[in-house]
T-cell receptor, first 114, second 115 residues
Framework: DAGVIQSPRHEVTEMGQEVTLRCKPISGHDYLFWYRQTMMRGLELLIY????????DSGMPEDRFSAKMPNASFSNLKIQPSEPRDSAVYFC????????????FGPGTRLTVL | GNSVTQMEGPVTLSEEAFLTINCTYT??????LFWYVQYPGEGLQLLLK?????DKGSNKGFEATYRKETTSFHLEKGSVQVSDSAVYFCALSDRPGNAGNMLTFGGGTRLMVKP
């Protein structure tokens, strides 16, 4: 298994630019999660999908953030426009129904907004 | 609501020392409990889990026992190595199976092991 794949691994952008983070979950997994990790706030759940449908987006901080899952093999998280306070490591994770909720995490995307 | 409380770090130990990282939780019903580990520059990896009271999860020399009476799931290792230096997260899920796969994470505890 290739595991959860995220791209890019590092992203540096300027304030106001659009940022797109990408995730490929493990094949056969039907849940996908987006998290954000910062020193100040720790690990935060932003949104999660079940069978490509968004279930809970209450963790999405603002309208500047959006996430989609057009098919079972791909999801993206967009920030438009980006701000310096969005700088963080963004993780994608996937899991399979009936697996006692074990989540498999990707390596993360480190985002720096200047 | 659900919550997980971990001891604050960093925890600094010498190699071969005994490790305990405390974790307590608040949840409805009968949650499943997890310890995840995050090595520098990487994502979280499942270290061990326990799905019912009195279960003991174990992996790579780490152990944790699901104590319902004290709502705890403390992580222990008898002899730590430098390679165990990482951040450890305790987590729970109170909706196993087909009711949703969300996890509630603690704040993480950084472990530093010195040679």
């Amino acid at each position: 298994d290739a595991g959860v794949i995220q791209s890019p691994r590092h992203e540096v952008t300027e304030m106001g630019q659009e940022v797109t983070l990408r995730c490929k979950p493990i094949s056969g997994h039907d849940y996908l999660f987006w998290y954000r990790q910062t020193m100040m706030r720790g690990l935060e759940l932003l949104i999660y999908f079940n069978n490509n449908v968004p279930i809970d987006d209450s963790g999405m901080p603002e309208d500047r953030f959006s996430a989609k899952m057009p098919n079972a093999s791909f999801s993206n998280l967009k920030i438009q426009p980006s701000e310096p306070r969005d700088s963080a490591v963004y993780f994608c994770a996937s899991s399979r129904m009936g697996s006692y909720n074990e989540q498999f995490f990707g390596p993360g995307t480190r985002l720096t907004v200047l | 609501g659900n919550s997980v409380t971990q001891m604050e770090g960093p925890v600094t130990l010498s190699e071969e020392a005994f490790l305990t990282i405390n974790c307590t939780y608040t949840a409805t019903g009968y949650p499943s409990l997890f310890w995840y580990v995050q090595y520098p520059g990487e994502g979280l990896q499942l270290l061990l889990k326990a799905t019912k009271a009195d279960d003991k999860g174990s992996n790579k020399g780490f152990e944790a026992t699901y104590r319902k009476e004290t709502t705890s799931f403390h992580l222990e290792k008898g002899s730590v190595q430098v390679s165990d230096s990482a951040v450890y997260f305790c987590a729970l899920s109170d909706r196993p199976g087909n009711a949703g796969n969300m996890l509630t994470f603690g704040g993480g505890t950084r472990l530093m092991v010195k040679p």
